[in-house]
Structure formats: structure tokens, C-alpha cells
């Protein structure tokens, strides 16, 4: 899906790994965070919920 994205910024599609491994790390970190974010969220809610 990125492959144009990654020419346009002068990297080419096989020789991207570095910003390719860059944007999936930002993309799992971005997961991870909205995850934990509604994890707690969720926590908090039962707590209140229950108590």
C-alpha cells in the first residue's frame, strides 16, 4: 500500500526496509498505544462500575 510513498521520499520499494520497518514500528506502537489507552479506560469503568 506504502510503495508509493516510499518512492516519492527517494527510497525505492526494495531498498525501503529501513523506513518501511520505521513506519511498521510506528504503526504497532500507534496500536499499542490506542490498545492500552482502552484498556485502562475499560479498567477504570468496571471499577467504578462495581464500586
Excluded at 21 to 33: E, I, K, P, Y
Amino acid at each position: 500500500m506504502n510503495e508509493t510513498l516510499i518512492e516519492r521520499r527517494g527510497g525505492s520499494v526494495h531498498g525501503g526496509g529501513t523506513e518501511r520497518a520505521m513506519a511498521v514500528g510506528l504503526g504497532l506502537g500507534g496500536a499499542l498505544a490506542v490498545a492500552w489507552v482502552l484498556a485502562v479506560a475499560w479498567t477504570i469503568a468496571t471499577w467504578t462500575g462495581i464500586t
